[in-house]
C-alpha cells in the first residue's frame, strides 16, 4: 500500500489542495521555475490555471466534472498536478484511463516524470496492462513439457521461442518482445482470469502479474486505457477487479468513452472465438490438445461434435444473413429461425469439463482446466443472451467482418449506455473528471453530459490560447456534386484534391468516411501523385497505422488518405502536415445497427433523430478532424472542406460555427 504521510509541521501553513494547484500554474509559480530550468519557453496559460483549480475544487467537493479544454490548454498538466496533490495529502490511489497509446506514453514517459522532479513530494505512478498482457512462467513450464501433446509445430517453434525471451525479461509483457507471437501461441502462456494459483505457484516470486500488482498497490497514479478500465468496471461490479479500490478518476479523450462503454457493455461471439477455445481443448486433425494429453476420449469426441455444429451455425447465420463476399452487417429484430443443438452440445461438454477437473489431480492442469471451463459457460452465456435476446434495451446483429477470411460475429451492444454508466461508473466515485479538446456542441456540453449519463456533472468549456485567425484558413470550393453521387463526386475531389495538395507539395491528410471513396479518389489521382513527386499512404493497403504515421512524419512530401481512426488521436506537429481536407460532413451511416436503434429510440420518445443525434455527433467529429492541423503555437496551414453541404444546407452553418473562428474562403478551383 501507498506509505502513510509523515505529520504536517505545525509551523507549515495548512493550504487547500485547490490553492497549491493554483499556485503551480501562477506567474512566478513552479510551473515557471521549473521550465526555466528545464530549458523550456514558459508561457503563461489562463485556461490551463482555470482548469486545475476546477478539477481540484471538484476533488474537494466531490463533484463529477466535465472540460472541454481545447488544444494547446495543457490539459494533462491541468489534471494531473491537482489529482496528484489530492493523492498525497489524501493517500488515496487515481486512475487516469486515455483511449490512444501515444497519450499514455506522453504521460509515462514525459509528463509524470517532469512534476515528479518538481513537485515537492515524492510520489509513485505506473502504466497497468491488462492481464493477459504477462507471461505467466507456470503456464509456460507446463506448455513446454506437454507441448508434444497440444501444439502443432509452428506454435512450438514459437514457445520456444518465448522461453528463451522468458530467461532475460524483467517485465514480463507481450510489448517487450520482438517478435509479436501469434495469439494461439500466447494465449497458451499468458496470465488470465481464473487460471491462477495465487501464494500456491511454485513460480510466485518471479511472477511478471504479481510484480505488476505489487507496483499497483505502490502507486499514486495508475495509468491505464479505456478498453481495460470499462471491462475491469464489470469485473468490479462481480467483485473481481484487476485495479485497486479507486474513489477519483480521471477520464483523458473522453470523447471516446460513449463507443468504448457500449463495446464492454454488449456482447461480441465469433466463429473464430469458439475455434480458438475449442483448439485448446482439442484439434480434431492432428489428435492435440488438453482432452487428448489427458486420454479423455469422451470429452474428445464431443469437442469434434461442437466443432462440427459451430461450422454449422455459423454457415446457416450467413445464409440468413444473405452476406456476400464484401460482406456487411444487419440487425437481427427478433430471434433467429435457425434450428441448432449448440447450446445443448455445449452444455454437455461442460458438464464432462466438470467431472475431468474433478478427478485430474495435477493443479496446473487442473487450473488450466477451470479457467478454459469458465470460458465456455461465458461463451455460452453470451450465444444464449443473443439467440433469445435476453438483455433488454440491447440491438443485436449479425456482422461478416475481415478481409481476408470473411468470419461471421454475433454483437449486441445497449441502445443507450447512459443508465449503466451513471449507476456502475458515476454512483461508484467520489469524483470523476472527463476531459477533451472535443466535447461541446454549440459551445455547450449537455449533449455529451446526457449521452454518457453525467447529469450530475459540473462542467467547464475553455477555449483554446492558439491564434487560429492567424495559424488556420479554411477553402470551401465551389459548385460541388452531391457527395451522394458516388462516382460524380469522386472524380471532382480529385480534381479538387490535386489543387489544393500541389499548394502544400504534399504535407496533407486527406480524411473519408467511406473506404469506396477513398479508393476511387485514390485510383484517379494516382498518375499526379508519381508525376509530383508525392507519396500517397492509404489506409487499408496493407501497412499498419502507426506505420504510415512514422513515414508521413519522416515525409518530405507525403499525403495520407484516412479513414474513422485518422480523424481524431493524431497528433502531427509542425510542417510535416500543413493541409487538412475532408472529404464530406462526417454523418453516421444511418443504417448501421447501433446508429439506427439509437436513432429509432430517439423517434419514439418524440424527439428528431437528425437534430437530437446525427448532427451532433458530426459536429464533433468534424471538429475532431479539423483538430488535426494546428498542435502547437507555431503550427500553420490550411483546411479544405469538399462537402458543399457545409454552405448550402442550414446546419452548413452549425458546422463553421463549431471550429475556431478564422478566414474562411468559398472559391472557385
Known amino acids: 500500500m501507498i506509505a502513510p504521510r509523515t505529520e504536517q509541521d505545525e509551523n507549515e501553513p495548512s493550504t487547500s489542495i485547490r490553492s497549491r494547484a493554483s499556485a503551480f500554474f501562477r506567474s512566478g509559480g513552479v510551473l515557471e521555475k521549473a521550465c ?71 504521460l509515462i514517459a514525459k509528463d509524470i516524470p517532469f512534476l515528479q522532479k518538481h513537485i515537492k513530494e515524492p510520489f509513485k ?66 496470465a488470465e482470469h481464473g487460471n491462477c494459483l495465487g501464494p500456491k505457484c511454485a513460480d510466485r516470486r518471479r511472477c511478471f502479474l504479481m510484480r505488476a500488482r505489487s507496483q499497483m498497490r505502490e502507486a499514486h497514479l495508475v495509468v491505464v486505457n479505456h478498453h481495460l478500465f470499462f471491462s475491469e468496471l464489470a469485473l468490479r461490479s462481480q ?40 483448439r485448446r481443448l482439442y484439434i480434431p486433425e492432428n489428435s492435440k490438445g488438453l482432452l487428448a494429453a489427458l486420454r479423455e476420449g469422451e470429452a474428445a469426441h464431443e469437442v469434434t461434435k461442437i466443432w462440427e455444429e459451430v461450422d454449422r451455425y455459423y454457415g446457416e447465420v450467413r445464409k440468413w444473413a444473405h452476406f456476400d463476399r464484401e460482406g456487411g452487417q444487419r440487425v437481427v429484430q427478433q430471434p433467429m429461425d435457425i434450428g441448432t443443438s449448440l447450446p445443448d452440445l455445449l452444455g454437455r461438454l461442460l458438464k464432462l469439463l466438470d467431472e475431468v477437473v474433478r478427478k485430474t489431480k495435477d493443479p496446473d492442469l487442473r487450473s488450466e482446466l477451470k479457467a478454459i471451463q469458465s470460458h465456455g459457460c461465458g461463451m455460452k452465456d453470451s450465444l444464449d443472451a443473443f439467440m433469445k435476446q435476453a438483455m433488454p434495451d440491447q440491438v443485436y446483429w449479425v456482422e461478416s467482418e475481415g478481409r481476408r477470411r470473411q468470419q461471421i460475429v454475433l454483437y449486441s451492444a445497449p441502445i443507450e449506455v447512459a443508465p449503466v454508466m451513471r449507476k456502475a461508473f458515476f454512483e461508484g466515485l467520489e469524483c470523476a473528471i472527463l476531459t477533451s479538446a472535443t466535447l461541446a456542441v454549440r459551445g455547450e ?158 423517434r419514439e420518445k418524440g424527439g428528431d433523430p437528425f437534430k437530437d443525434y446525427s448532427l451532433p455527433e458530426a459536429i464533433l467529429k468534424f471538429r475532431q478532424g479539423v483538430g488535426r492541423l494546428i498542435r502547437t503555437a507555431t503550427d500553420e496551414g490550411i483546411v479544405v472542406v469538399l462537402d458543399s453541404r457545409i454552405v448550402t444546407k442550414w446546419y452548413g452553418k452549425l458546422f463553421l460555427a463549431s471550429i475556431p473562428e478564422c478566414p474562411v474562403e468559398v472559391e472557385e478551383v
Open 36 to 106: 526555466a530550468g528545464e530549458a523550456f519557453p514558459f508561457e503563461p496559460r489562463p485556461q490551463q490555471a482555470q482548469m486545475a483549480e476546477a478539477v481540484a475544487e471538484a476533488i474537494e467537493n466531490s463533484q463529477h466534472l466535465i472540460v472541454e479544454a481545447g488544444t494547446g490548454v495543457g490539459k494533462s498538466f491541468a489534471y494531473l498536478v491537482p489529482v496528484i496533490l489530492a493523492a498525497l495529502e489524501r493517500q488515496i490511489q487515481v486512475v487516469v484511463s486515455t483511449y490512444t497509446i501515444s497519450l499514455q506514453e506522453q
Open 239 to 278: 467483485g473481481a477487479s484487476f485495479l485497486p479500490p479507486y474513489s477519483v478518476a480521471v477520464m483523458d479523450e473522453a470523447h471516446m468513452i460513449e463507443n468504448v462503454a457500449s463495446e464492454h457493455m454488449g456482447l461480441r461471439l465469433s466463429h473464430h472465438s469458439f475455434e480458438h477455445w475449442l
Open 445 to 602: 456540453l449537455d449533449y455529451f453530459r446526457r449521452r454518457i449519463g453525467g447529469d450530475e456533472c459540473e462542467t467547464l468549456c475553455l477555449g483554446s490560447p492558439f491564434d487560429y485567425s492567424r495559424q488556420m484558413r479554411m477553402f470551401i470550393p465551389k459548385n460541388m456534386p452531391d457527395p451522394n453521387e458516388s462516382e460524380t463526386f469522386a472524380t471532382a475531389s480529385a480534381r479538387v484534391i490535386r489543387h489544393y495538395v500541389a499548394k502544400t507539395h504534399g504535407q496533407a491528410f486527406v480524411l473519408f468516411t467511406s473506404s469506396n471513396q477513398m479508393r476511387l479518389v485514390a485510383k484517379q489521382l494516382e498518375g499526379f501523385f508519381k508525376d509530383e513527386g508525392l507519396r500517397l499512404l492509404m489506409q487499408g493497403a496493407g501497412m499498419p497505422r502507426h506505420v504510415m504515421l512514422e513515414h508521413f512524419r519522416k515525409g518530405p512530401a507525403c499525403v495520407l488518405f484516412g479513414l474513422d481512426s485518422f480523424w481524431m488521436g493524431v497528433d502531427v506537429r509542425g510542417e510535416a502536415l500543413s493541409n487538412v481536407i475532408i472529404a464530406r460532413l462526417p454523418f453516421s451511416v444511418p443504417d448501421q445497427p447501433v446508429v439506427k436503434a439509437r436513432m429509432d429510440r430517439i
Open 125 to 190: 505512478a505506473v502504466l497497468v496492462k491488462g492481464r493477459s498482457n504477462y507471461l505467466c512462467l507456470r503456464r509456460l513450464f507446463r506448455s513446454s513439457r506437454h507441448q508434444g501433446e497440444l501444439f502443432k509445430s509452428e506454435t512450438e517453434v514459437e514457445l520456444q521461442r518465448i522461453r528463451d525471451w522468458a530467461e532475460h525479461t524483467t517485465d514480463g509483457s507481450l510489448q517487450d518482445l520482438s517478435e509479436q507471437p501469434s495469439s494461439e501461441a500466447w494465449s497458451a502462456v499468458c
